[in-house]
């Protein structure tokens, strides 16, 4: 526990610092490792002493050093947030090494998913493809007897979802239904609570949209649906295993 915790903060905070490249880039098509990242303002090449995880954004007061430009606070905050949902996962699973890869590995897939849905309203198959191989993979080497229910959970998750994409085709995309898939491929049976988590909070928020604005403007503001789902995966990947268990003690 003594190095497990530091190791899982800094190996979160560059993680972060990754993942904010993902979300930058890769929606562009652009390559992931070149060029090396520079200021959106003046195109300079940011040195790697001001590439520092939160630490050179807080030095630099969040402005480039050559233009003096803002650097959006959303770079420090991601790599803060990836940290600590690395530490978290850490602290909830360790001794457990199939919860925690599987933690670990989905929460660095659902960072970039949610932001990038955030931004464009898409939840790209580069991000969905290698998630789900990572999903089966790293379950076929940790975990080979638990692989069948996951694969299972998977198959339910995202055919409830295309289900509902199917009757309702506005109001949930296939990288919805995609992104399902691959919580059900991570989580196995904890994905129930993963996706109620999702629902629930979807409706409050789209509950809350239509007060503020009213019912005939909120149905036409489109909430993207994959930080919901994050949020269900997230859920699911710390707690998700209790709940099921609380679930079936006290009501089957």
């Given amino acids: 526990m003594t190095a497990a915790l530091p190791t899982a903060l800094l190996g979160g905070l560059l993680l972060g610092s990754f993942l904010n490249v993902v979300v930058a880039r890769l929606p562009r098509g652009l390559s992931l490792l070149w060029p090396s990242s520079r200021c959106l303002a003046c195109a300079t090449p ?11 954004w807080l030095l630099l007061r969040g402005r480039c050093r050559g233009c003096a430009a803002p650097i959006a606070r959303r770079y420090p905050l ?6 600590l ?28 998913m949610a932001l990038i849905d955030l931004d464009h309203r898409i939840i790209p198959n580069r991000l969905t493809a290698p998630a789900a191989l990572a999903a089966v993979a790293l379950g076929l080497l940790l975990d080979p007897g638990g692989e069948p229910e996951r694969l299972i ?9 295309l289900a509902a994409a199917l009757v309702h085709p506005h109001g949930m995309g296939m990288g919805d239904v995609k992104l399902a898939g691959v919580l059900g491929l991570f989580l ?15 409706v409050v928020v789209g509950g809350v949209v239509v007060a503020r604005i009213g019912a005939t403007r909120g149905r036409k503001v489109a909430v993207p649906f994959g930080p919901f789902l994050a949020l269900g995966g997230v859920v699911g990947a710390l707690a998700g295993d209790p709940i099921v268990a609380w679930y079936l003690q006290t009501f089957a």
């Fill in 78 to 83: 991601v790599e803060a947030g990836t940290a």
């Fill in 188 to 202: 196995g049976g904890a994905v129930a609570p993963a996706l109620l988590v999702a629902l629930v909070a979807g």
């Fill in 46 to 56: 940011i040195r790697p002493y001001d590439n520092v995880p939160v630490l050179s």
């Fill in 153 to 161: 959970a998977g198959v339910a998750a995202g055919g409830f979802f």
């Fill in 85 to 112: 949902l690395m530490a978290l996962v850490v602290l909830v699973h360790l001794g457990d090494p199939v919860r925690l890869g599987l933690g670990a590995v989905l929460v660095a897939f659902l960072v970039p």
